[in-house]
């Protein structure tokens, strides 16, 4: 089936560091990738998306790449602030079954922790 | 607009209880899913509804049910809880025909 895999955590940099999370996935099909952003005690925040080969997501700094030649989606931010610092997730959109839209799958998260 | 919303947002329970969670969707989304989070599994997929029909189920017992309503707000039910069923229960609304999903801020579940 379906699947994510994303670098495990915990990631500690300091301020202003490059960030790169590693997420591959394996999909039958063509799904759309995502990555989520989860501060503590909050639920989850889109924090960018592409829906097709070659698409780049980007949002407040942050970019990935939809690679269907190595079915991945790393995210990169040149320079990571204190307030980057939450649990991030990889996710696809799954099987389309009957029309469904509403079934992620998600990695299992890395949490990023910023240090001034 | 107003953000999906889930209440209650704590709950305890003790084991062999049933509990009821409920999430409102952002206004004019249509289709509800809903989400289990623990530390060990991570993020699991439970079930969606769209139109007040069931369209998609994850691999979760008979235990877990849900429902939607007309004006598309939805509840999820666990019977029998079992400590393992503790956890984060996230649900997600998004428009027909988009597959972005925009997430409450869960319900808390502890089972004692």
């Known amino acids: 089936g379906d699947s994510v895999t994303q670098m495990e955590g915990p990631v500690t940099l300091s301020e202003e560091a490059f960030l790169t999370i590693n997420c591959t996935y394996t999909?039958?099909?063509?799904?759309?990738l995502f990555w989520y952003v989860q501060y503590p005690g909050e639920g989850l925040q889109l924090l960018l998306k592409?829906?097709?080969?070659?698409d780049k997501g980007s949002n407040k700094g942050f970019e990935a790449t939809y690679r269907k030649e190595t079915t991945s989606f790393h995210l990169e931010k040149g320079s990571v602030q204190v307030s980057d610092s939450a649990v991030y997730f990889c996710a696809l959109s799954g099987a389309n079954y009957g029309g469904s839209q509403g079934n992620l799958i998600f990695g299992k998260g890395t949490k990023l922790s910023v240090k001034p | 607009k107003a953000g999906v919303t889930q209440t209650p947002r704590y709950l305890i329970k003790t084991r062999g209880q049933q509990v009821t969670l409920s999430c409102s969707p952002i206004?004019?989304?249509?289709?509800v899913s809903w989400y289990q989070q623990t530390p060990g599994q991570g993020l699991q997929f439970l079930f969606e509804y769209f139109s007040e029909t069931q369209r998609n189920k994850g691999n979760f017992p008979g235990r877990f049910s849900g429902r939607q309503f007309s004006n598309s707000r939805s509840e999820m039910n666990v019977s029998t809880l079992e400590l393992g069923d503790s956890a984060l229960y996230l649900c997600?609304?998004?428009?027909?025909?988009?597959?972005?999903?925009?997430f409450g801020p869960g319900t808390r579940l502890t089972v004692l």
């Open positions: 999909a039958t099909g063509y799904p759309s």
């Open positions: 592409a829906t097709k080969a070659d």
């Open positions: 997600a609304s998004n428009l027909q025909g988009s597959n972005e999903q925009f």
């Open positions: 206004s004019g989304h249509r289709s």
